[in-house]
């Protein structure tokens, strides 16, 4: 599984839909995916949303990107991450 780190902006009939269980809906569709939500923060600064998603590659979680603007009408902005541990293992071998 790799880590994906989604932020979103709520546009604002995004936010008309706020709710408990849209949220669950979210997070059961990143399992659609093969992958799971860690964390949700609500932010505050460009992004309204940092989702810590671990999905099986990028072509899934390109897949439940758009899926989840379809579901939430929230843009996601979607960056896979490595820990500092893994980068600096990745480093050290340059």
């Known amino acids: ?9 709520y546009p604002t009939q995004a936010l008309q839909g706020m709710s408990v269980q849209r949220t669950q809906k979210a997070k059961n569709l990143v399992k659609q995916f093969g992958g799971e939500v860690q964390a949700v923060y ?16 990028p072509e899934e979680a390109m897949k439940a990107s758009v899926a989840l603007t379809k579901l939430t009408g929230i843009g996601f902005s979607t960056v ?7 980068f600096d293992k990745l480093m050290s071998e340059l």
């Open 80 to 86: 896979p991450a490595v820990t500092v541990d893994t």
């Open 1 to 9: 599984m790799q880590t994906f780190i989604m932020l979103g902006k």
């Open 42 to 57: 609500a932010t505050l600064g460009d992004w309204d949303l940092l989702v810590i998603a671990s999905l099986p590659g």
